[in-house]
């Protein structure tokens, strides 16, 4: 006799197992991107690439590409690393299904890099900084280039000019402004000069990153041809910006079901750049020329 705590009848099984089901997986999504250098384009291999405070970490292979899978739906933060870059931080909406795209760009910086590697990128770079290039080979006045900022540590150009003998900035309280002068002429103001073009002013906290060389000329004896006006011999202080065309021309994507690509990631990076560009609009337009 079958005990009867064991008799089940197949009815009831079916009625159990209907009952019982595997638990519905979370829904994951995939990031596939590329990293590349903001100003030459070029991949970074063995960027170390992060998604969100808990999510996987993956590599960049040879040719700056990388695959995360398994990422959560939802805004997340990508933050990619490599050494001489500064560290670049993406506001990611990952979907639900499908994979997210793009293309990551990340700013030179040259730390912990060889001194030949940064000389090697310095020449490829020389083409569209030619003039500064052989200016500063001539040493007729005080050089910094991004390297030697980068080195020196400052945050500002005012911070750059300090270091520069023959210089002083003066601050006037009231208006939150500051003003350089030459030594040898402290009655009158220094023409500025920002890629190539002649403004009134500028801000003493305009970011550094983003500024490719400085040349400062304290006197009329020091100024070349290009920057002599009627107001040299206030010297001259000339101001390189960096050109990064592959930042912000390609937003990472969302490719749907159907093909079809739609914008999927606001792309943050350092705003320094832009707050440049406005102020020199703002001081080459605006701004009057100070007594």
Excluded at 13 to 32: E, H, M
Excluded at 41 to 63: E, N, W
Excluded at 78 to 97: L, M, N, V
Excluded at 222 to 244: L, M, Q
Aim: hydrophobic share 40%.
């Amino acid at each position: 006799m079958i005990p009867a705590y064991r008799l089940v009848t197949p009815a009831l099984l079916a009625v159990l197992a209907s009952g019982i089901s595997p638990a519905s997986a979370p829904a994951q999504g995939a990031i596939r991107g590329r990293v590349i250098d903001s100003e030459m384009g070029t991949p970074l291999a063995g960027a170390t690439v992060q998604i969100g405070k808990g999510g996987p970490v993956v590599r960049t292979d040879s040719g700056g590409q990388f695959l995360a899978q398994n990422v959560t739906p939802g805004i997340t933060a990508i933050e990619i690393k490599q050494i001489g870059y500064e560290p670049g931080t993406f506001d990611i909406r990952i979907p639900d299904s499908g994979v997210v795209q793009g293309v990551f760009p990340l700013d030179f910086n040259g730390y912990l890099l060889p001194a030949v590697v940064v000389e090697a990128r310095a020449v490829v770079l020389m083409p569209r900084y030619t003039d500064f290039e052989r200016r500063r080979l001539r040493k007729m006045g005080a050089y910094l280039r991004w390297d030697e900022l980068k080195k020196q540590g400052v945050g500002s150009i005012g911070d750059a000019l300090r270091s520069v003998r023959g210089v002083r900035m003066e601050c006037d309280q009231q208006r939150f402004e500051c003003f350089a002068y030459m030594a040898r002429t402290p009655q009158c103001q220094p023409t500025w000069y920002v890629d190539g073009v002649e403004v009134h002013s500028f801000h003493e906290n305009t970011p550094i990153n983003d500024v490719y060389g400085i040349e400062i000329y304290r006197g009329a004896g020091e100024v070349p041809a290009e920057f002599a006006g009627s107001n040299a011999a206030c010297g001259v202080i000339a101001v390189w910006t960096k050109s990064k065309p592959y930042r912000g021309t390609t937003t990472p994507s969302k490719v749907t079901d159907r093909g079809l690509i739609t914008p999927a990631v606001r792309t943050v990076t350092s705003k320094s750049l832009q707050r440049l560009r406005t102020l020199i609009r703002r001081f080459a337009i605006r701004a009057p020329v100070p007594a």
